[in-house]
Every structure is written in structure tokens, then in C-alpha cells.
């Protein structure tokens, strides 16, 4: 029997939903459904009557329930205690940052987060998508802001930014009067990317071969700075986010461009079954309310 197990069965019990538990402890419905089956499993015995109205603990249920609350307690005291021993550890956060994302968001997240918590500490890196999944996975940061592709299993997440790209060019550009561009009117131009650390990159190449040609790629970067100086000059093109388009320096032309339209979500994410400190914890609940409220109509995806 695992802490972990016990854990999810208390809270489990204290919400007396499923859905509300796997909320409230970070992970998803079935991950807790899996771990509860688990401990019933290695117990031999049912611990919940599951009805449609609502979740009654059986009698091995209501005697786990009081011994668990118990383990809880002291492991809630030593968890306090080892706080105060390694106090320069846990309560030191680590995130890495795209560089597309808006800075000053975030920026205004972590104040606010430090108004509430002065003796947290932040270390903040910038970083590809891929390069900060990496490390996170690797135990070097603790939280990412990250492009969603492909589903990790190691990773948790709480998606909140849902965008479209849009195609940046300079006045003079031949496409800088359209109201919109298909993918197709781009093949024969040259493109301007993120690197390969980039996961920006990826949705623009697989969306461009889903139309039918491979851009022609003249020049890779990490720097948006650079990419707006390149595209200012009309040495290429480039295709970024509808807030990053927002926030550009020079007089560009942002258009709409479809067929197809080209995704771009941003995700929160931390390391999947990591014992969380409280002040990570507590983290993730500040920022889901801060993200929340800054993008209400992407929710939690």
C-alpha cells in the first residue's frame, strides 16, 4: 500500500466524486480510477458501493478511511517539518518559458504569486517546447509553459490558450492587402522559423506537407527579435500566434490564414506522479485561477 493510494481514497471519500478528486489532486478521472482499483485490488475488497446518485464506502471502506486519516496527519506533520528543514528547496520554483509566450503575463502572474507567497523564489528560463519538456521530465525545472503536439504520459497538464497563426509580412509584401490566405498561396514562399527546440516549428511544416508542399525554410532561429527583423527587410515570411502578433514592434501586415487553419494551444505542465511540494501545489492553483480569468473561453482542455 502506497501513500499515493491512500491519498487519492481520502480525497475521494471527502469529495464523494471521482471527477471532483481527480480535480482536486491534479490528475485525470481515469488515473484515479486506475489507483483506486489498484488498492482494492491489493486489499481484496470493494471499498466503495458506486450508485448513480452517489459513492458510499463500505465497510472496509469506513475502516481504511479511519486509519488513513491518521496516516495523513502525521505525514502532513513530517511534510511541514521537512519544509522547514529544506526551506531553500521547496519553496524555490522553476519554469521555463517559450519565447513567443507574453512575458509580461507572466510577469504579472509570478507578482501577484510573490504579493501572496515573498518567501517563494523564482527561476524562469526561456526555452523551446521540446527542451523544456525535457528538463522538466529530467527533474531540472518543475513547471513549463509549453505548445501542445503529441501526448506525453509523463507529463501533466492544464491547457489555457487556445489561438490560431496568422502570416506576417511587411507592407510591400505581395499578400499584404488580403483579408486572408489559404496554406497553399505560401508554397512558393520563403520561410522564416523557430529552431528545432521549437514546437511552433512542427505545426507549421506538418500543416504546410498536410497542403501539399515542404516550405522552404531560409532561415531558423530561437530569437523573435531576429524573425521580425528578417521579415521587416522581406527576406521571408513567418507565421506566429494571434497574441504574439499583437505584441510586434515593427509595422507588419498580420493576416488570417486557413485552409487548413493552423492551431496553436499553450499548456501549463508539470511532471506526472512527482510528489508535489505544498507551494507547488498551491502554484498550480493560483495559476489555473489566474489563466482562467485571463482566457475564459478556452477552459480547461
Not at 481520502?10 to 485525470?28: D, H, K, M, Q
Not at 524573425?227 to 521571408?236: F, H, K, M, S
Not at 498580420?254 to 493552423?262: E, G
Amino acid at each position: 500500500m502506497e501513500f499515493k493510494q491512500l491519498e487519492c481514497f481520502i480525497e475521494v471519500t471527502r469529495t464523494g466524486s471521482f471527477t471532483t478528486a481527480a480535480e482536486n489532486l491534479f490528475i485525470t478521472q481515469p488515473a484515479l480510477s486506475r489507483i483506486i482499483k489498484s488498492l482494492e485490488d491489493e486489499l481484496g475488497t470493494p471499498l466503495f458501493i458506486r450508485t448513480r446518485k452517489k459513492l458510499e464506502l463500505t465497510d472496509a471502506g469506513r475502516v481504511l478511511v479511519k486509519h488513513a486519516v491518521k496516516v495523513e496527519e502525521q505525514l502532513q506533520l513530517l511534510s511541514e517539518e521537512l519544509d522547514t528543514v529544506l526551506k531553500l528547496k521547496t519553496r524555490h520554483v522553476r519554469i521555463g518559458l517559450p519565447t513567443i509566450t507574453n512575458s509580461i503575463f507572466f510577469s504579472q502572474l509570478i507578482a501577484s504569486f510573490h504579493q501572496e507567497y515573498p518567501e517563494v523564489t523564482f527561476q524562469l528560463e526561456e526555452d523551446g517546447s521540446k527542451r523544456i519538456e525535457e528538463k522538466i521530465i529530467n527533474g531540472l525545472l518543475d513547471f513549463g509553459v509549453v505548445v501542445l503536439s503529441e501526448e506525453n504520459d509523463l507529463l501533466d497538464k492544464y491547457m489555457f490558450v487556445k489561438e490560431k497563426l496568422k502570416l506576417v509580412v511587411p507592407p510591400s509584401h505581395h499578400l499584404a492587402g488580403k483579408k486572408e490566405v489559404s496554406l497553399q498561396e505560401l508554397k512558393e514562399e520563403s520561410f522564416i522559423m523557430f529552431n528545432k527546440d521549437f514546437e511552433l516549428r512542427n505545426l507549421v511544416i506538418t500543416a504546410c506537407r498536410g497542403a501539399g508542399f515542404q516550405p522552404t525554410i531560409i532561415s531558423e532561429t530561437s530569437q523573435l527579435d531576429f524573425i521580425q527583423e528578417l521579415v521587416a527587410y522581406n527576406i521571408g515570411i513567418t507565421l506566429l500566434p494571434e497574441t504574439t502578433c499583437l505584441e510586434l514592434k515593427n509595422d507588419f501586415k498580420t493576416i488570417p490564414v486557413t485552409n487548413p487553419v493552423i492551431e496553436w494551444n499553450l499548456a501549463l505542465i508539470w511532471k506526472k506522479e512527482e510528489h508535489l511540494s505544498k507551494v507547488a501545489k498551491e502554484f498550480i492553483r493560483f495559476a489555473r485561477v489566474k489563466l482562467a480569468k485571463e482566457n475564459p473561453s478556452t477552459g480547461n482542455y
